[in-house]
């Protein structure tokens, strides 16, 4: 076949555009296929707040000259307290950052196809061999890497993406001007990224403000419609009157201006992930759940699966016979599991905790976080059953059982799809 290469990847993401890019570095023939046109890109896909941390930046060789601005420190706001938290960060330009990667990409030797968009996986007996794209258009590879997303086409046909609509988180941001980063009332937001659980403006998620530079920042929120959406949240509202709301009734905004052209919005979904990998196949990115649960941190992790795919590509192709069956893709699963994600599961449980909890909960919880040790806090955020134990409260023993409840709701949903 004439159109054919080594590995083709659907999707221009970090994901898609880390995995050609490792890949073009070990001299492979790859060809990424990306919907939109080369003179719009990334306009549409600017879809991210774009936190991140030095050792992502360093893992992959990411310029400085991508981050808008570096943070020291990491704040979490509930509707009257807040913890802070000295940690070193990054706001990227996302839309600088995907440029960046698809140019290193190309400059490896990466082939890019732009306006072309894949509708479904060309297939012999079942396995994936190729894609077609733009109608009837068809290009073969002996691996196919899925990096579109949630909308997921190649992954949906081949039975291995399990997305519930259900679990699907959509978020709303704006670039603003004139904020007071250090408003009386509240924490110093100068050179950090702030997080905020308050049902009033993300019932069901949280919001957040990343200081940008200057008097700048990006300024958001997301949520699920879960159970804390359907409790609190008003029936008329959308996520972008949710956004307006906060912008008219926080005084750090009362100066505050929109930068033209600077909004973003997208979807992720929060939920485990299910197969990740079939014959000549692999899912990555957002296209299987790699946004971290809990923070919504999701450029590191989509980063840490395109490396995996990339990795696994390369035993599979080595080999003077290659072998590219299920059996031997299954090494990107492990990677998943124990390189891009670990402690997915824990890490779920405790979002689905956390957005249940009130918001006087919150507070008690930010005060509770105050008197941890650094070993702790990380023993949490990484997921440990014990160290979480140790905020646990006896109030808190309803909000378990709720959490159980719909755990079992769960359950039984799912045995009767």
């Not at 993401?13 to 073009?24: K, V």
């Not at 609509?165 to 050179?191: N, S």
């Amino acid at each position: 076949m004439d159109d054919s290469f080594d590995v083709v990847v659907a999707g221009a993401g970090p994901a898609g555009a880390q995995c050609a890019r490792d890949l073009a570095a070990r001299q492979y023939d790859v060809l990424v296929l990306e919907t939109e046109s080369e003179e719009e890109f990334p306009r549409q896909s600017n879809k991210s707040t774009g936190g991140t941390f030095p050792s992502m930046l360093a893992a992959f060789g990411i310029p400085d000259d991508v981050v808008m601005h570096f943070t020291d420190s990491i704040v979490i706001e509930s509707p009257n307290e807040h913890f802070v938290q000295e940690q070193a960060g990054g706001v990227l330009d996302f839309g600088a950052f995907k440029t960046y990667l698809v140019e290193d990409g190309i400059e490896a030797g990466a082939e890019y196809r732009f306006d072309a968009r894949v509708s479904k996986p060309i297939t012999e007996n079942g396995e994936a061999v190729g894609v077609q794209y733009n109608g009837s258009r068809e290009v073969y590879g002996d691996i196919v890497v899925d990096a579109t997303g949630p909308a997921a086409p190649l992954a949906k046909a081949l039975g291995v993406s399990d997305l519930k609509r259900a679990k699907q988180a959509i978020g709303i941001e704006y670039e603003l001007e004139g904020v007071d980063l250090d408003a009386p009332g509240y924490a110093d937001l100068t050179d950090a990224m702030m997080l905020r659980l308050d049902h009033e403006y993300a019932p069901g998620g949280y919001a957040w403000i990343f200081h940008t530079g200057e008097d700048t920042a990006k300024v958001g929120l997301c949520y699920i419609q879960n159970e804390s959406y359907q409790r609190y949240a008003e029936a008329r509202r959308t996520v972008d009157g949710y956004l307006q709301h906060w912008l008219d009734t926080d005084p750090r905004f009362n100066a505050a201006e929109r930068i033209e052209g600077r909004q973003h919005r997208g979807s992720a979904h929060i939920q485990p992930p299910g197969s990740l990998s079939t014959d000549n196949f692999m899912a990555i990115g957002d296209t299987v759940p790699t946004i971290d649960p809990l923070w919504g941190e999701g450029i590191h992790k989509g980063m840490r699966s395109g490396r995996a795919a990339a990795i696994t590509a390369d035993q599979c192709l080595i080999p003077s016979e290659r072998d590219t069956s299920a059996e031997e893709v299954s090494l990107y699963d492990e990677l998943w599991h124990t390189e891009v994600a670990p402690g997915q599961g824990a890490r779920l449980s405790m979002t689905e905790l956390l957005y249940l909890a009130s918001n006087e909960r919150y507070d008690t919880l930010l005060r509770d976080l105050d008197r941890l040790d650094t070993e702790t806090l990380s023993r949490i955020n990484a997921g440990s059953k014990v160290a979480i134990a140790k905020l646990l409260e006896f109030d808190d023993l309803e909000l378990l059982a709720q959490f159980a409840r719909q755990r079992l709701r769960g359950y039984y949903g799912r045995l009767t799809d």
